[in-house]
């Protein structure tokens, strides 16, 4: 009974010492100031991000480099005006940048339309000349084939007839 009492006093105190060692409660946290962005501010940005987005689907930062830079920089001075508050100003940025990167985009799609028409004609040009190359083929063939049958002619030893000297020797022996 004395050793229950022994922990149990034990336990308490750890307890109670544990508790008071805790680190006292974080204060409330000072409320942040919350920016209020005008609508008309987050549509022209919406609109150049939706834009960009569609030049960058063609791969237009690289096929219409000019355009899509310039559309960057306006992209990039339309948010540092609208982090500084500057609402028309930003407004003016993005509304420019849409029209750098529509530009960007259609360049690049031209580009890219006239890239695949100049792969499929490289195609159908391939397709003729390798159906030339296999048409000499087949001509080279016959040739080849038509020479060795007229050489194999002069070449090729009579079997049906007799040499001469064996037709003498047998004369001799009668």
């Given at each position: 009974?004395?050793?229950i009492?022994?922990?149990?006093?034990?336990?308490?105190?750890?307890?109670?010492?544990?508790?008071?060692?805790?680190p006292?409660p974080?204060?409330?946290?000072?409320?942040?100031?919350?920016?209020?962005?005008?609508d008309?501010?987050?549509?022209?940005?919406?609109?150049?991000?939706?834009?960009?987005?569609?030049?960058l689907?063609?791969?237009?930062n690289?096929?219409?480099?000019t355009?899509?830079?310039?559309?960057?920089?306006?992209?990039t001075?339309?948010?540092?005006?609208q982090?500084?508050?500057?609402?028309?100003?930003s407004?003016a940025n993005?509304?420019?940048?849409?029209?750098?990167?529509?530009?960007a985009?259609?360049?690049?799609v031209?580009?890219r339309?006239?890239a695949r028409?100049?792969?499929?004609?490289?195609?159908?040009?391939?397709?003729?000349s390798?159906k030339?190359?296999?048409?000499?083929?087949?001509?080279?063939?016959e040739?080849e084939?038509a020479?060795?049958?007229?050489?194999?002619?002069q070449?090729?030893?009579?079997?049906?007839?007799?040499?001469?000297?064996?037709?003498?020797?047998?004369?001799?022996?009668?």
């Amino acid at each position: 009974m004395k050793s229950i009492r022994f922990w149990s006093l034990l336990a308490l105190s750890i307890v109670f010492y544990s508790c008071a060692s805790a680190p006292p409660p974080a204060p409330d946290p000072i409320p942040v100031p919350v920016k209020v962005i005008p609508d008309f501010v987050l549509e022209a940005r919406k609109g150049t991000e939706d834009l960009r987005n569609k030049a960058l689907s063609v791969k237009a930062n690289v096929a219409a480099r000019t355009s899509f830079d310039q559309g960057e920089t306006g992209y990039t001075a339309g948010k540092e005006f609208q982090e500084k508050e500057e609402w028309d100003s930003s407004v003016a940025n993005y509304t420019g940048s849409q029209a750098l990167y529509k530009a960007a985009y259609e360049e690049a799609v031209v580009k890219r339309d006239a890239a695949r028409a100049s792969l499929n004609k490289a195609g159908e040009e391939r397709g003729v000349s390798e159906k030339i190359l296999a048409d000499a083929e087949a001509e080279r063939l016959e040739a080849e084939k038509a020479d060795s049958d007229a050489a194999g002619d002069q070449n090729t030893p009579d079997t049906t007839a007799v040499p001469e000297a064996a037709v003498a020797d047998e004369g001799d022996n009668l």
